[in-house]
């Protein structure tokens, strides 16, 4: 059993920052890749940043606002959000790729979601 739990969402205004945490748990040998995706109302999801062992990755969206880290003896990631603006308003998700054991395989598991509000 892997699962992913994040916090950190809330509301804030324009201009203003967030930290989002996600902490992996469960039968857990490796994380090879994490990320984080978010969905607005009435849009489709989309990647916003991505983290492995040796890279990250951002959306033009949010690229030089947002900063994606990891915290390898902690299972979690971090996404460090500055400069929020209102269309950053959306439900944000972690998602990891995980070797797992008993049973051993890879694994594909997503987070319940966390709501960023930013007002205007």
């Known amino acids: 059993q892997v699962q992913l739990v994040e916090s950190g969402g809330g509301l804030v205004q324009a201009g203003g920052s967030l930290r989002l945490s996600c902490a992996a748990s469960g039968s857990i040998v490796s994380i090879n890749r994490m990320s984080w995706y978010r969905q607005a109302p009435g849009k489709q999801r989309e990647l916003v940043a991505t983290i492995t062992s040796g890279s990250t990755n951002y959306a033009n969206s949010v690229k030089g606002r947002f900063t994606i880290s990891r915290d390898n003896a902690k299972n979690t990631v971090y996404l460090q959000m500055n400069s929020l603006k209102p269309e950053d308003t959306a439900v944000y998700y972690c998602?990891?790729?995980?070797?797992?054991?008993?049973?051993?395989?890879?694994?594909?598991?997503w987070g319940q979601g966390t709501l960023v509000t930013v007002s205007s």
């Open positions: 998602n990891a790729g995980i070797v797992a054991y008993n049973p051993t395989g890879y694994v594909d598991v």
